[in-house]
Structure formats: C-alpha cells, structure tokens
C-alpha cells in the first residue's frame, strides 16, 4: 500500500480510503467488521464516514454508520492510533438532523460530541464540512445556469464561515478534532477559508473531497491545481459513479441489493443514455487490459496528479477485493491514452 501525506497535516493516508456509507443499511454490523479488518490487512489505514451515514438517508439511519465504527472500535481499543478517521458534520436541507438547520458554530460543538460518543474515540483525525451552506454546483447542479452566484449574499456567507472556523478551531484546541476539511464544495470556498485561517490565526483546511471520476472530472483542472499548490488533500469520492462504471447498471440492469434499486434523493442522475454508451466504452477497454471495468476507473482516477486518496466503498468482500487490487495496477501510457479518447469523446455525460 502506498500513503501520501494529508495535505498541510502531518498525517500520512493510505492511497486508499475506505468508505463506508452502506454500513446500517445495505451492510450490517458483521459486513462492516469483515471489510474494515480486510483493508486493515492490506495496509489501509484511512476510514470516511459522516454522520448523514447510511446512505441513502433517513431518519432511521441516520448516524447508524458511525455507531457501527464505534462498536468495531470498542472490540480494537488497541488499533485506535493505527486509524485515520474522517467524518462529517451535514449541511442544511435534512429535516431530521438539526431540523434542516445549516452549519454554524454551535451546531459543529454539539455535532463534534455526538460524532465522538457515536464513535467510541476521544478524537476524530479529520472532520469535514459535507456541504456548505450555499447551494454549491455538485450532485447534477454542475451546469451554466442551475445555480446563481450572485444570489448569495457574499458579506453574511463569509461570516457564517468565519463562525464555522473559530468553533472547528475550537475543537482542534480542545483535543476533540485533529484536523478539518471540506466536502463538496468549490474553489471559492477553498480559498476564503484559507484567508480566513491567514487573516484570524486559524486552522486551515487540509482536504477536500468531491465526486471525481470518469464520468464526472469537472474538478480537473481548476480544482484540482488550486488543491495542489495550496497544499489541500483531494479526496474523490464516488471514483466509481455510484457504481455505475463497474457495468453493473448496462441496459437498465438492476442487480437486487444494488444501490440504485434504493431509493436516491437526487435521483438517478448519473443513469443518461451518454453515460451509458461512456461506460460500455470503459468496459470494452477495460477486457483489452485483462482487468475489470472497477479496477480501470480506480486505477485511472489514482494515477491522476493532485489526487491524495480514493475513497472507495462496497457491498461484498469480493467487491472491496477486487477494488484495492486496483490500487497495485500501473497503467501503460498507452492504455491511459485509450482511456482519455473515451473520456475526450464523453467528457461530462451526466
């Protein structure tokens, strides 16, 4: 397994990052006992939760997830220190969770202490904002029109982010929070958290993660080079498309226990007829190489510069096999070649 440092932090993450959003409801407790002590054996060290977790929502799940970490963490007292641990405090618009309230200052103290005891750790290694507070351009929002920037009022949502810093910059003095990043967010809200750290002495960010993958590369390269140079972990999640780019899905397929036979909150956004053509070309690609069509997306999305971690998720033990095997695979300059005329053939198809 091979680690890369977690930004301006002084941690260093395994390359990939186990994910964990199906654990109380597609995966129960034995499922995620396996999947976390299989990745511990192969040298992964990394675990992203959040307390929205499982997915996809509900009142009944919500923070379910993060009691199953804790019940495994109960058991291995002894493996505390061996784990980098992520979660994340949810954003407005989820009506059972601080009754859709955004984030603030309080909400992240009291969030923070529930998080813990959830848990079972004194400390969280990386805790993350999962949405901000305006409608960012993620989750189908990505294109011209959908969202209007200049609806935001700029002065009062640089406040709120200012009382955001100073409770996580709180947390981080009080021992409960090691560090902190962002989630789904922009390149305007990287960069105003860093003035805000610069300008009040604070805690900066060192992680971003968004969806990023074959079908989906909108951070490339804006994102991404600001990531690089200001020394911000990039996190992609959904590497796979919400399993999408495994072929799973082809011809309106529906495995049962699958993730799209669940019912989503925004939809089957991903499921376009050019997506659909996309990921038939990836597979075709993918059985040239000798390797599955999850292994060709994993393996494409970890050689791609700026990235720090994959944060990868499953339903099976074989499933979680067969994607961090894709994390040893070197891909031939040719073969990414093939792989970018696809891509330059469907560069966004949902």
């Given at each position: 397994?091979?680690?890369?440092?977690?930004?301006?932090?002084?941690?260093?993450?395994?390359?990939?990052?186990?994910?964990?959003?199906?654990?109380?409801?597609?995966?129960?407790?034995?499922?995620?006992?396996?999947?976390?002590?299989?990745?511990?054996?192969?040298?992964?060290?990394?675990?992203?939760?959040?307390?929205?977790?499982?997915?996809?929502?509900?009142?009944?799940?919500?923070?379910?997830?993060?009691?199953?970490?804790?019940?495994?963490?109960?058991?291995?007292?002894?493996?505390?220190?061996?784990?980098?641990?992520?979660?994340?405090?949810?954003?407005?618009?989820?009506?059972?969770?601080?009754?859709?309230?955004?984030?603030?200052?309080?909400?992240?103290?009291?969030?923070?202490?529930?998080?813990?005891?959830?848990?079972?750790?004194?400390?969280?290694?990386?805790?993350?904002?999962?949405?901000?507070?305006?409608?960012?351009?993620?989750?189908?929002?990505?294109?011209?029109?959908?969202?209007?920037?200049?609806?935001?009022?700029?002065?009062?949502?640089?406040?709120?982010?200012?009382?955001?810093?100073?409770?996580?910059?709180?947390?981080?003095?009080?021992?409960?929070?090691?560090?902190?990043?962002?989630?789904?967010?922009?390149?305007?809200?990287?960069?105003?958290?860093?003035?805000?750290?610069?300008?009040?002495?604070?805690?900066?960010?060192?992680?971003?993660?968004?969806?990023?993958?074959?079908?989906?590369?909108?951070?490339?390269?804006?994102?991404?080079?600001?990531?690089?140079?200001?020394?911000?972990?990039?996190?992609?999640?959904?590497?796979?498309?919400?399993?999408?780019?495994?072929?799973?899905?082809?011809?309106?397929?529906?495995?049962?226990?699958?993730?799209?036979?669940?019912?989503?909150?925004?939809?089957?956004?991903?499921?376009?007829?050019?997506?659909?053509?996309?990921?038939?070309?990836?597979?075709?690609?993918?059985?040239?190489?000798?390797?599955?069509?999850?292994?060709?997306?994993?393996?494409?999305?970890?050689?791609?510069?700026?990235?720090t971690s994959t944060i990868i998720g499953a339903?099976?033990?074989?499933?979680?096999?067969?994607?961090?095997?894709?994390?040893?695979?070197?891909?031939?300059?040719?073969?990414?070649?093939?792989?970018?005329?696809?891509?330059?053939?469907?560069?966004?198809?949902?």
């Amino acid at each position: 397994m091979q680690f890369s440092r977690l930004g301006s932090s002084t941690l260093d993450v395994s390359r990939v990052c186990l994910g964990s959003m199906t654990w109380g409801l597609q995966n129960n407790q034995h499922d995620a006992d396996e999947q976390i002590n299989f990745a511990l054996s192969h040298g992964v060290n990394f675990i992203d939760t959040a307390e929205l977790y499982a997915i996809p929502p509900s009142a009944n799940t919500y923070g379910k997830t993060e009691s199953i970490i804790g019940n495994w963490l109960a058991r291995h007292r002894e493996k505390r220190e061996q784990l980098i641990l992520a979660t994340k405090i949810s954003g407005s618009g989820v009506s059972w969770i601080r009754e859709g309230a955004p984030i603030t200052g309080q909400a992240i103290l009291q969030a923070v202490d529930d998080s813990l005891q959830r848990l079972n750790t004194d400390y969280i290694d990386l805790y993350q904002l999962h949405w901000p507070n305006r409608t960012s351009p993620h989750f189908a929002k990505h294109w011209p029109g959908m969202v209007t920037f200049s609806d935001v009022n700029r002065d009062q949502e640089v406040a709120a982010m200012l009382d955001i810093l100073q409770a996580l910059h709180a947390c981080i003095e009080q021992g409960k929070i090691r560090n902190w990043g962002l989630s789904d967010d922009t390149t305007w809200g990287i960069n105003t958290y860093l003035r805000l750290s610069s300008q009040h002495n604070l805690a900066k960010p060192v992680a971003i993660q968004n969806e990023f993958n074959l079908l989906h590369t909108k951070d490339w390269p804006y994102l991404i080079e600001n990531c690089v140079h200001e020394d911000i972990a990039f996190l992609p999640w959904s590497p796979l498309a919400a399993g999408s780019l495994t072929g799973k899905y082809l011809n309106g397929a529906r495995p049962e226990g699958s993730r799209w036979t669940h019912m989503q909150r925004n939809g089957l956004f991903r499921d376009t007829l050019q997506a659909n053509q996309a990921i038939e070309a990836y597979t075709k690609l993918a059985q040239q190489f000798g390797i599955t069509p999850a292994q060709l997306a994993l393996a494409w999305v970890n050689q791609v510069d700026g990235v720090t971690s994959t944060i990868i998720g499953a339903t099976s033990m074989s499933q979680l096999k067969e994607n961090i095997q894709a994390f040893d695979l070197n891909l031939t300059g040719e073969q990414i070649k093939a792989v970018h005329e696809v891509l330059h053939h469907f560069p966004s198809p949902y």
